[in-house]
């Protein structure tokens, strides 16, 4: 991972004002060692000093929602492989009491071993998709103590008397706060947040794997359009290299930090993180919009959407092999100009590699970023010579731009198509625009 993005760690937590110049700004994530170790929730909820019984005593009526999965120990945020079924948090609990007693027989996920073995289905290891679950199965993801969107759904609001709201959050309008507790090692899947996050480990210890927003390419996320659209189609603990093949590549892109109880990890909006959860781990985040996303006007949604569509698609064209190379073949950078600028009958000769690519995409592009070249290099007296000499090379010299711009063109438009395949998934087809002749 580039310098740029590199992850940070803080011994003290920053000033608000700090946190949001220094270190918000960035969009690069940060870790706060122990910036929540004073919180009640901190002594009172450890497992292993009566925290299930305080838990109990305090919230064991209320009615919470667990995700019960087919694929667990990893839990999927596609609707497919899971489902919210609504339970009493004393029920989860005695699940947690239950596991502790038999931890040394138990069948949870080991960090280490890569997750749910190829080959070995639900019904091998004893599962029983979403009847009977086992308490494995089981994790409460994402529990409301504080919804300012939806404050019907908040279930654990009993709960805000044991957290404190970090300094570096006292300005910010959070959307949510929420609670996260397994009682088996589990996995989430690779997914981003559309908002910025604030990760704060109360009891037990978290791995989280990052991806910066650049390297979605390389986790194939799901379609834009569907229900999971922020996952990753990518079973990382056992992925399909010929299904995604630029998988393999994933980890280069990644950072990996270790959470330890009163530990607080900053993840801003849009980075991808899979998270590996140690047996009893008891989390609470932090949800907020990002001042980005705040402040875009609706109206002017239309011309972002465009402007950073062109953007991604002009540094698809750039890191094209197949385009580099035909630079290459090019040769030096002046040598259309000089020898365009002699007889006619050299023309052929001095661009032999470029006019042999000329009717395809891709050449096309290469002679228009040498033409750009030229403009750039010489007076506008040569540049009209060059342009006279060149184009009267051909019979029909509008046609002949006319097939030069339409394979331009095309070049961009398969450029794009990628672009939207591997930023916004799926598998888009992109009509052609361009009116005149093409070149396929």
Same mark, same amino acid.
């Given at each position: 991972?580039?310098?740029?993005?590199?992850?940070?760690?803080? %011994?003290?937590?920053?000033?608000?004002?700090?946190?949001?110049?220094?270190?918000?700004?960035?969009?690069?994530?940060?870790?706060?060692? $122990?910036? =929540?170790? +004073?919180?009640?929730?901190?002594?009172?909820?450890?497992?292993?000093?009566?925290?299930?019984?305080?838990?109990?005593?305090? =919230?064991?009526?209320?009615?919470?929602?667990?995700?019960?999965?087919?694929?667990?120990?990893?839990?999927? +945020?596609?609707?497919?492989?899971?489902?919210?079924?609504?339970?009493? !948090?004393?029920?989860?609990?005695?699940?947690?009491?239950?596991?502790?007693?038999?931890? $040394?027989?138990?069948?949870?996920?080991?960090?280490?071993? +890569?997750?749910? %073995?190829?080959?070995?289905?639900?019904?091998?290891?004893?599962?029983?998709? !979403?009847?009977?679950?086992?308490?494995?199965?089981?994790?409460?993801? %994402?529990?409301?103590?504080?919804?300012?969107?939806?404050?019907?759904?908040?279930?654990?609001?009993?709960?805000?008397?044991?957290?404190?709201?970090?300094?570096? @959050?006292?300005?910010?309008? *959070?959307?949510?706060?929420?609670?996260?507790?397994?009682?088996?090692?589990?996995?989430?899947?690779?997914?981003?947040?559309?908002?910025?996050?604030?990760?704060?480990?109360?009891? $037990?210890?978290?791995?989280?794997? *990052?991806?910066?927003?650049?390297?979605?390419?390389?986790?194939?996320?799901?379609?834009?359009?569907?229900?999971?659209?922020?996952?990753?189609?990518?079973?990382?603990?056992?992925?399909?290299?010929?299904?995604?093949?630029?998988?393999?590549?994933?980890?280069?892109?990644? /950072?990996?930090?270790? @959470?330890?109880?009163?530990?607080?990890? !900053?993840?801003?909006?849009?980075?991808?993180?899979?998270?590996?959860?140690?047996?009893?781990?008891?989390?609470?985040?932090?949800?907020?919009?990002?001042?980005?996303?705040?402040?875009?006007?609706?109206?002017?949604?239309?011309?972002?959407?465009?402007?950073?569509?062109?953007?991604?698609?002009?540094?698809?064209?750039?890191?094209?092999?197949?385009?580099?190379?035909?630079?290459?073949?090019?040769?030096?950078?002046?040598?259309?100009? *000089?020898?365009?600028?002699?007889?006619?009958?050299?023309?052929?000769?001095? *661009?032999?590699?470029?006019?042999?690519?000329?009717?395809?995409?891709?050449?096309?592009?290469?002679?228009?970023? /040498?033409?750009?070249?030229?403009?750039?290099?010489?007076?506008?007296?040569?540049?009209?010579?060059?342009?006279?000499?060149?184009?009267?090379?051909?019979?029909?010299?509008?046609?002949?731009?006319?097939?030069?711009?339409?394979?331009?063109?095309? !070049?961009?438009?398969?450029?794009? /198509?990628?672009?939207?395949?591997?930023?916004?998934?799926?598998?888009?087809?992109?009509?052609?625009?361009? =009116?005149?002749?093409?070149?396929?």
């Amino acid at each position: 991972m580039e310098d740029s993005l590199r992850i940070q760690r803080f %011994q003290q937590l920053p000033s608000a004002t700090e946190f949001a110049s220094q270190i918000e700004s960035r969009n690069v994530p940060a870790v706060f060692v $122990g910036c =929540v170790k +004073g919180w009640e929730a901190v002594a009172k909820w450890n497992p292993s000093s009566g925290g299930l019984e305080y838990l109990e005593d305090r =919230v064991g009526s209320f009615m919470v929602e667990a995700m019960v999965s087919r694929t667990a120990p990893v839990f999927y +945020g596609d609707l497919r492989s899971h489902e919210r079924v609504p339970l009493p !948090f004393s029920t989860f609990i005695g699940f947690c009491k239950q596991h502790r007693q038999n931890v $040394g027989n138990s069948c949870s996920f080991n960090s280490n071993s +890569g997750g749910h %073995q190829p080959g070995e289905s639900d019904t091998e290891q004893g599962y029983s998709p !979403f009847v009977d679950a086992a308490p494995q199965q089981m994790y409460l993801a %994402q529990v409301p103590i504080i919804n300012a969107e939806n404050e019907d759904r908040v279930q654990l609001e009993t709960l805000r008397e044991d957290i404190q709201m970090p300094a570096i @959050l006292e300005e910010k309008n *959070l959307s949510s706060v929420n609670l996260w507790m397994n009682n088996a090692q589990a996995r989430s899947s690779a997914h981003y947040d559309p908002h910025n996050n604030l990760l704060c480990i109360v009891t $037990g210890r978290k791995q989280v794997v *990052l991806w910066p927003p650049s390297a979605s390419p390389m986790l194939y996320p799901m379609p834009i359009y569907g229900e999971a659209s922020n996952h990753s189609s990518v079973a990382l603990e056992n992925p399909d290299f010929s299904v995604h093949p630029r998988a393999k590549y994933s980890m280069q892109y990644s /950072k990996k930090v270790i @959470l330890h109880a009163g530990d607080a990890l !900053f993840i801003p909006e849009g980075w991808f993180h899979q998270v590996d959860s140690d047996d009893f781990t008891i989390a609470v985040n932090y949800w907020w919009r990002s001042s980005i996303i705040s402040s875009l006007a609706d109206h002017m949604d239309a011309y972002y959407l465009r402007r950073i569509l062109r953007r991604l698609t002009d540094r698809e064209m750039d890191r094209t092999k197949y385009f580099f190379r035909v630079l290459r073949l090019c040769g030096d950078r002046r040598g259309i100009y *000089l020898s365009c600028h002699v007889r006619k009958h050299n023309f052929p000769k001095t *661009l032999e590699a470029l006019i042999l690519h000329l009717l395809s995409p891709v050449g096309a592009e290469v002679l228009t970023r /040498k033409f750009d070249e030229i403009d750039q290099q010489n007076t506008e007296e040569d540049r009209n010579k060059f342009y006279q000499v060149f184009y009267g090379v051909f019979d029909n010299q509008f046609a002949a731009m006319d097939a030069i711009l339409n394979g331009k063109e095309s !070049f961009a438009r398969q450029a794009f /198509k990628n672009v939207l395949d591997k930023y916004l998934g799926g598998n888009f087809d992109v009509p052609k625009v361009c =009116v005149g002749r093409d070149i396929p």
